[in-house]
């Protein structure tokens, strides 16, 4: 008989940035379903979920709602960098855990926290290494007002002067802002190379339509675009180029929609491998579990992120092409490793 293991999902049904948590949702759900069907692993996973709606004040009370309420210690969840940072203290405080399954910034390396998505040597590094060279170096932020968009036009500034390169402005907007004329008009006297977009949600799709309706030639490069968004988008995101570890190519045999549901199926898969090697691991810390499993996973006990590929896709006919593809990168959330210096330079000339 398996053993009952109650795991929590941390993840909202509605609200602006909801496409991407039912994303999430949907991977994790079904990552629940196969190993609960599969006969070789020990463990019956039981989700305990809660519904943030969307809204970044109900994470923490609702992730001590889960510890409190359940046996779960370890939770599936939270779909922004905020929302994230919010349930951390309640996290540190049970000895709990949370798998993270969307893109972040980086410069966060929690002991409570398993990164099953890309940081930003997997998604930024490699999109501006990619872009400079063919688009040209001078570029335009544009971002949500929150920690996401800080951190990505933060590192943007210093890679793209670092090599040579220009930002010609940068604006953020709150979350669910969509008056984006003034952020329009910016880039229409400015005329950059391309225009880096980590805008979200709403915010985001007013964007993309004001920038297709009037500056159709200037390119548009995001880390945060998935396919799960490209219907509230419609033909404006015809063009929009995007890093990420997974896209659904039209016409492939791809088993997920996109990156959001992979990473949480992921996510789910990998906690059931440790429970099921590991019996009673489901009340430990994730950093002990991880120690005991002894790199036996994909997740890096040291830094707790995992390898992932890296690869760059353009929206065409409604759906993501892959024109750029890197083999797998580990995560390194603070830029240590050596392939940092891999950006683009300025290059020398030899005066004669």
């Given at each position: ?8 999902i ?8 909801s ?8 991977g994790?759900l079904?990552g629940?379903d ?7 692993l ?11 709606k969307g809204?970044v004040?109900l ?7 889960i ?6 210690r ?7 960098s ?7 203290p309640v996290l540190?405080?049970a000895?709990a855990?949370?798998w993270?399954?969307?893109p972040h910034e ?29 688009f040209?170096?001078?570029v335009?932020l ?6 996401w968009?800080w951190?990505?036009?933060r590192?943007?500034r210093?890679?793209v ?10 604006r ?8 984006v004329n ?6 229409a006297?400015?005329?950059?190379d ?7 949600a709403?915010s985001q799709y007013a964007?993309?339509r004001e920038?297709?309706?009037r500056?159709p030639?200037i ?9 799960c968004e490209?219907?509230?988008?419609g ?6 180029i ?5 896209f ?8 997920f929609?996109n ?6 199926h992921?996510?789910i898969m990998e906690?059931a ?16 579990l991880?120690a ?5 996973g994909?997740?890096?006990p ?9 690869l ?9 092409r ?8 580990p ?14 330079r ?7």
């Amino acid at each position: 008989m398996k053993r009952k293991v109650h795991i929590g999902i941390l993840l909202s049904h509605s609200g602006d940035y909801s496409m991407i948590s039912r994303s999430s949702l949907r991977g994790a759900l079904a990552g629940i379903d196969q190993v609960n069907a599969d006969p070789s692993l020990s463990v019956h996973l039981v989700p305990v979920e809660r519904d943030p709606k969307g809204q970044v004040d109900l994470y923490a009370p609702l992730c001590s709602d889960i510890l409190s309420a359940s046996p779960a210690r370890h939770i599936f969840g939270c779909t922004t960098s905020w929302s994230r940072k919010e349930v951390l203290p309640v996290l540190e405080r049970a000895g709990a855990s949370l798998w993270y399954g969307i893109p972040h910034e980086g410069f966060e390396a929690s002991a409570h926290v398993a990164y099953m998505h890309a940081c930003a040597n997997q998604h930024l590094l490699p999109l501006l290494d990619w872009a400079m060279p063919r688009f040209g170096r001078r570029v335009h932020l544009v971002a949500s007002n929150y920690i996401w968009g800080w951190e990505i036009d933060r590192l943007a500034r210093e890679l793209v002067t670092t090599a040579g390169g220009e930002i010609t402005g940068e604006r953020h907007l709150s979350i669910a802002e969509t008056d984006v004329n003034g952020m329009v008009d910016d880039i229409a006297a400015a005329r950059p190379d391309f225009v880096l977009n980590s805008l979200i949600a709403s915010s985001q799709y007013a964007f993309l339509r004001e920038m297709k309706a009037r500056l159709p030639d200037i390119p548009i490069l995001s880390c945060n675009l998935t396919e799960c968004e490209l219907p509230m988008i419609g033909d404006s995101g015809e063009g929009v180029i995007a890093a990420g570890p997974y896209f659904h190519e039209p016409g492939t045999q791809e088993r997920f929609a996109n990156s959001h549901e992979a990473a949480g199926h992921a996510a789910i898969m990998e906690m059931a491998r440790l429970f099921h090697r590991h019996p009673g691991g489901e009340a430990m810390t994730l950093s002990d579990l991880l120690a005991l499993d002894a790199g036996g996973g994909p997740v890096d006990p040291q830094t707790h992120h995992v390898s992932l590929p890296v690869l760059i896709g353009e929206v065409r006919d409604g759906g993501f092409r892959v024109v750029h593809r890197m083999d797998p990168v580990p995560g390194d959330p603070y830029l240590t490793r050596p392939d940092r210096l891999r950006l683009v330079r300025p290059s020398l000339k030899l005066v004669k």
